[in-house]
């Protein structure tokens, strides 16, 4: 069973950081495309950053350049965002993702960022 358990959310003041974790299982982890989207309200889900743990690529939306960083853990299944100099439009539900195209995607439950003074 394809399990993708988001944790790490919450509320930060802007400038703040936050890490969020995913922890899978079920799947050949090395072998997907891993990544964080996010949703905000009213708006349509967004991706943030995606690593591919067996070529090192790594892609970032040009929002978060320079302030989030995607890595992954093999040997733990976990991929984690880094996300620092957080600002109010970051507030979102984060979502994690893996992909390949030979078996689809998966989704995580989400969980919640909100960046508030």
């Known amino acids: 069973q394809v399990q993708l358990v988001e944790s790490g959310g919450g509320l930060v003041q802007p400038g703040g950081s936050l890490r969020l974790s995913c922890v899978t299982s079920?799947?050949?982890?090395?072998?997907?495309?891993m990544s964080w989207y996010r949703q905000a309200p009213g708006k349509e889900r967004e991706l943030v950053a995606q690593i591919v743990s067996y070529t090192g690529r790594i892609n970032y939306a040009d929002s978060v350049k320079g302030r989030f960083t995607i890595s992954s853990d093999i040997a733990k299944n976990t991929v984690l965002l880094q996300m620092n100099s957080l600002k109010p439009e970051d507030t979102a539900v984060y979502y994690c993702?893996?992909?390949?195209?030979?078996?689809?995607?998966?989704w995580g439950q989400g969980t919640q960022v909100t960046v508030s003074s």
């Open positions: 079920g799947f050949t982890f090395s072998r997907y495309y």
């Open positions: 993702n893996a992909w390949t195209r030979l078996s689809g995607e998966y």
